[in-house]
Each structure stands twice: as C-alpha cells, then as structure tokens.
C-alpha cells in the first residue's frame, strides 16, 4: 500500500492534483517472507537461561548479542522465540506524520506487524531508545496476546503501563512515557526487516532468548549448538552452586578445576 501525509485540520485540497500526488516513500516497508524455526529447538533452547546462551555465542564468536536498554517491565518472566520485527524511523514531515494519531497509525507497519503475529512470536521492536515514542500501549497489547504472540522487547518505551501490567505479556522496554508511537520523534515505518534494537542486529527469525537479566538474539544456525553445551554448563553449575553452599571454596569449584570435574562428572552419573 501506499501512503500520503494528512493534511492539518482547516486546510482545503488544492485540487485534484494534490489529492492524488505521488507518496515520497511507500509505506509501510514489508520485509521478504522468513522460515520459522523448529518447534522442538524453540522448546530446547527455552531452557537456556540468556546468561548462559550469551556467554556461549561469545564462545562462538558472536560478541554482540544481548539488546542494551530493555529491561523486564514485570519480574520473573522467561519467553523464548522467533523474532518477528518492527522498525521505527525519524519522522520527517514531508514523509509520514503522526498528527492524526491513530488514525494514521491503522494505517501503518505498527498495525501490519501484528496482522503478522503468529503463536509463540517475540516482536522486537527498534526505536532507538526514544523517551518520547510509546511504540505499543493497550489495545495494540492486548491485541498481540490475542493473537499467541509470546512476549515484546522494545528498544524505546510504551505507554498505558497499568492496563499493559493487567494483560500479563512478558515485556522488556526502556520505560514507559504517555506519549502516542509518532506522537513525537519516530513513525512506524518497516516489518519484518532486519532491525538494530539495542544496538543488536535482529533478522526476522532470529531466537529471542528473554528473562530477568535482558533479552539475548541466538541465530537459529547457532541455537542447537547453545542447546547441547548449555545442558553441561547449566548442570556443573548447579553443582558448583551446591558445594560452594556447602562451605567449598569458590576457585575450586568455579570455574571446575580438573579435580572438581572429575568430582563432578562422578556427581552426575549418581543422578542418572
């Protein structure tokens, strides 16, 4: 589709030729179509917590994973899965305007991406951290987990923060504010492109791993090598954390020297 800007209210069309006057840009932008990852890796890697699935990607060679700025706006949440994008932009008038509110937004890939969402989606949205730019409030929300989407991580902030709370979807943002999503600064512009979000690029079905520390993107190429090294990280860990609570000393058991790896190894094959 295509998209002109609203005049003001009070202002008359300047003929037919007005009317009809060619957009700057076609908008909304809609990205190619992308393949979803397995069910079953989606579940795996569900138990990797982002600390650990962070730390593996360094391992990997992937240095830049983890979204700076989202914070979980309720505690005690996990989601993981695809990510399906949002791409705000920089207003520019003569483009895209937000002064008519809603009515323009319906119009927009704010409304299109959620159209798109599918069970188990993580939408992730950039918006350059703006305090200005409440990217989703409650009817967008509510309409999100209507559709099965699984959790949201927003590079900038929302708005209608205790309607938003009540609806109990897992989400990460930098804040909130009473603003509108082009009330100020940016405008819904692209979905289902790459999006830089927390100075993190995220592709369109990349994993999404989001708990308490942050939210980590697993590129699915990496994500069952994550799985089945995470499983030992997570066990010697457990055991470590047991014999440190045990009065152990901490550089014995973390990381595991030679000896507490032999220790541990015997530990586990007790618990098969």
């Not at 000896?259 to 541990?264: K, L, T």
Request: hydrophobic share 40%; glycine share 8%; proline share 7%.
């Amino acid at each position: 589709m295509t998209m002109s800007l609203p005049r003001p209210a009070g202002h008359e069309a300047d003929g037919a030729a007005a009317a009809d006057a060619k957009p700057v840009w076609d908008l909304p932008v809609h990205g190619e179509p992308w393949e979803r990852p397995d069910g079953e890796l989606v579940r795996s890697l569900n138990r990797v917590s982002s600390a650990t699935a962070c730390a593996k990607l360094h391992e990997l060679g992937i240095r830049r994973s983890y979204l700076s700025g989202p914070t979980a706006l309720d505690l005690g949440n996990k989601v993981t899965g695809p990510a399906r994008t949002l791409q705000f932009m920089p207003q520019r008038e003569d483009v895209a305007s937000g002064l008519a509110q809603e009515y323009v937004e319906r119009s927009t890939a704010l409304w299109a991406v959620l159209e798109e969402v599918q069970p188990g989606d993580v939408l992730v949205v950039q918006a350059y951290g703006s305090a200005f730019t409440g990217c989703l409030g409650d009817m967008l929300v509510r309409y999100f987990k209507r559709k099965g989407g699984a959790g949201i991580v927003v590079d900038g902030r929302i708005r209608d923060a205790p309607r938003v709370r009540e609806l109990g979807v897992p989400i990460w943002c930098t804040g909130t504010t009473p603003h509108y999503a082009s009330q100020s600064e940016l405008f819904p512009w692209a979905y289902d492109v790459p999006v830089a979000a927390g100075g993190v690029l995220t592709l369109p079905g990349d994993l999404v791993v989001a708990d308490d520390d942050g939210a980590v993107v697993v590129p699915v190429s990496k994500a069952q090598e994550i799985v089945d090294s995470a499983f030992d990280h997570e066990q010697w860990e457990e055991f470590s954390r047991m014999r440190i609570d045990q009065g152990a000393r901490l550089s014995d058991y973390y990381p595991l020297s030679p000896d507490s790896r032999e220790e541990y190894e015997q530990w586990r094959a007790s618990k098969r």
